[in-house]
């Protein structure tokens, strides 16, 4: 086994790269590899990627139930594994798995895996309820150490993992190398990297919290979100009867371990008298709509999906108090605030309070209303990211905010189903740059367009969880299904707006970047600056508005314009700024101005308003800004200027925000 291990490798790419290569069409299976450097040294990374449950939130167990020793001082393991599903469509997977661990002569720790099978002589292994028994085909890690400290990893996984038993509509999940290795064999990387970042920082954030606290709670929200969509027997779930369509699947829980984890209490010192848990789960497939642009939606517009009643109920059950947590804002979206807590190191997932305005009601004074303040959880944001789920998790915590809060996370998964094709361009989904070719050379835009998005297909799975009391279980259930109901009609009408092929028909959500009212604001835009500044603008061939529209599209400064009201909001952004601004046109609107400035910059700002209403513009010293995903970025200098109509009146003020970058 020790000379398959070294020979397995042969062929990983060089030190400090990472990449992800497909298996021969030939081979059984999928299966990618990546190699990469990390600042750890080779046994902790070994330790790391070893306890799978802990970076892999697919993985719900791996048990390990031998172990025996090599004549060379390696380990030989028998492990068994377990795998929820994705979505409600689909079983979940195991494994009986060998382990070999080894460390070779140069140092390098060499860590293989592969599925025991009868045929090798092992044991038969009997099915398991709720699992498809899957195989991994040989696997593993080779860690080199590196001179002056940290390692070479390199990392190969091979499954097969029985796409036969899943829905046709499913199965491209199963046998994509690119799902496979966005989901393991990446995630395993970005891990390493983020733990040996938190290892070389301060032990505490700007929130009191320690790196390692806001990971765990990260993952209490997606394993929480797994076990509920799952709804394995052996943690107490069972079905219980629909209403005559089966749509949507209600379980319930009343064992004492899932009670105990969501000890739930009011700040008056009385308990909550909730007696179970009920779980609503649904899925449903999503046509030509980006998981990215979806989850965005759903993220920053809760008000066209959620209910109220429904979150005042969720949160009913936690405890009532002032909330402790103090920080900026980055963005208030109709009527719910987001207040960041950590996110990791490439962006991928963000963790966030969000802060529901006076929805819920204190039960010592139920006339007042009050605060709700949910811990979400969400990734998936990156349009880029071929292959990569959308998540939105959140769930209802307690004035205290503890570490070891109670969680009953609900939310939404987004899977792609078509991760083979083209990576989808940022913002794609409301066809921005094709928008701006209008007439018969936009003809070519928009069929290119849709040659590459037309076909996009995604499964969305939902689940959401509320506490009840016993004795209410039918009535909490027909609400429950009502609102699941709600949520997918939602959804619905949310995935047709977005949908390219929607905006690009001439319907009344096309973006407007098409239309006559957008070429009229750019020439205004590009007018009021060479009046106030005495320069051009752009450096334009043509002279049509058309053409000076797509100029401004793609000009390299972020160019935005923000309303003339008592509180700003952006109203038009060119390519560069919503990229900026990590942001789309349908959620432009809901920024404000001042939200995307600290303190300094909003006085600066406040300072040098007159100037622009009397003087026309103003330049702004470099600074450091905020996009509405709270990423903090930094600009040379900016100018601001005032946007006169043809009637001379000011219409908006445009910012125009230059040599900016994400620090």
Avoid at 96 to 110: A, F, I, N, Q
Avoid at 242 to 256: C, E, F, H, Q, R
Avoid at 326 to 335: D, I, P, T
Wanted: with cysteine; net charge negative.
């Amino acid at each position: 086994m020790l000379e398959h291990s070294i020979n397995f490798f042969q062929t990983m790419p060089g030190p400090d790269s990472s990449g992800i290569i497909a298996i021969s069409h030939g081979c059984t299976g999928v299966g990618a590899r990546a190699c990469g450097l990390v600042g750890l040294e080779p046994t902790r990374v070994a330790e790391i990627l070893k306890d799978r449950p802990s970076w892999f939130r697919d993985c719900r167990a791996v048990d390990v139930l031998n172990v025996l020793p090599t004549a060379n001082g390696g380990t030989i393991e028998l492990l068994y594994m377990q795998l929820y599903a994705p979505t409600t469509l689909a079983p979940g997977r195991d494994f009986w798995l060998l382990r070999y661990t080894s460390v070779l002569e140069d140092g390098s720790l060499v860590v293989c895996e592969r599925s025991l099978k009868n045929t090798q002589n092992g044991p038969s292994m009997p099915p398991v309820q709720h699992f498809v028994r899957a195989e991994m085909l040989p696997s593993g890690y080779l860690v080199r150490p590196c001179e002056g400290g940290g390692s070479i990893i390199h990392i190969v996984d091979h499954m097969d993992l029985e796409p036969w038993s899943v829905p046709e509509v499913l199965r491209p999940l199963y046998e994509s190398s690119t799902v496979l290795a966005q989901k393991t064999t990446m995630v395993a990387l970005r891990q390493l990297r983020q733990m040996a970042q938190e290892a070389s920082q301060s032990n505490v954030t700007n929130w009191g919290r320690r790196p390692a606290a806001l990971r765990a709670l990260s993952q209490r929200l997606s394993r929480g979100f797994n076990e509920a969509l799952n709804g394995f027997s052996d943690e107490g779930w069972s079905m219980i009867g629909n209403d005559g369509m089966d749509d949507v699947t209600i379980l319930v829980n009343s064992s004492p371990d899932k009670l105990m984890g969501s000890n739930l209490s009011f700040t008056n010192g009385f308990p909550a008298v909730s007696s179970a848990v009920l779980c609503a789960k649904a899925s449903m497939l999503l046509q030509n709509v980006p998981p990215a642009i979806l989850l965005r939606f759903l993220r920053e517009h809760r008000s066209e999906w959620a209910d109220n009643n429904i979150d005042a109920y969720a949160a009913a059950a936690v405890k009532v108090g002032p909330f402790s947590l103090q920080g900026s804002r980055v963005g208030s979206f109709g009527g719910q605030v987001i207040l960041p807590l950590a996110h990791t190191i490439e962006h991928e997932e963000f963790l966030e309070v969000i802060k529901l305005e006076g929805v819920g009601h204190s039960p010592e004074d139920p006339i007042m209303p009050r605060d709700v303040f949910l811990l979400q959880l969400c990734c998936g944001m990156d349009e880029n990211a071929v292959g990569a789920c959308a998540e939105l998790i959140f769930a209802p915590i307690d004035a205290t905010f503890a570490d070891d809060a109670p969680l009953l996370p609900s939310g939404f998964r987004i899977i792609p189903l078509d991760s083979g094709k083209e990576a989808s361009s940022p913002n794609r989904t409301l066809d921005l740059a094709a928008a701006l070719e209008v007439g018969p050379a936009g003809n070519r835009a928009s069929s290119d367009h849709s040659a590459n998005s037309g076909c996009t297909r995604s499964v969305m799975t939902i689940a959401f969880e509320f506490a009840f009391e016993s004795h209410m279980q039918e009535h909490v259930a027909s609400m429950t299904r009502q609102y699941i109901r709600s949520i997918i009609s939602s959804v619905q009408r949310v995935a047709l707006a977005l949908s390219p092929s929607h905006l690009g028909s001439q319907a009344g959500l096309r973006s407007p970047l098409g239309t006559p009212e957008a070429q009229t604001l750019a020439r205004w835009i590009c007018q009021s600056y060479r009046s106030y500044l005495g320069v051009e603008l752009l450096k334009s061939n043509g002279e049509g508005s058309e053409s000076i529209l797509k100029t401004l599209w793609h000009h390299s400064d972020a160019i935005m314009c923000c309303s003339l009201k008592v509180l700003p909001i952006f109203t038009f952004a060119n390519q560069a700024g919503l990229d900026m601004l990590e942001t789309t046109l349908v959620a432009l609107q809901d920024i404000t101005l001042e939200k995307i400035f600290d303190d300094h910059g909003r006085k600066t700002l406040c300072s040098e308003f007159p100037q622009i209403m009397q003087q026309g513009f103003t330049c702004l010293q470099g600074g450091i800004c905020l996009s509405s995903m709270g990423r903090p970025v930094s600009y040379e200098r900016a100018v601001a200027w005032k946007v006169l109509n043809d009637e001379e009146n000011a219409h908006c003020i445009c910012f125009m925000f230059i040599n900016w970058s994400f620090v």
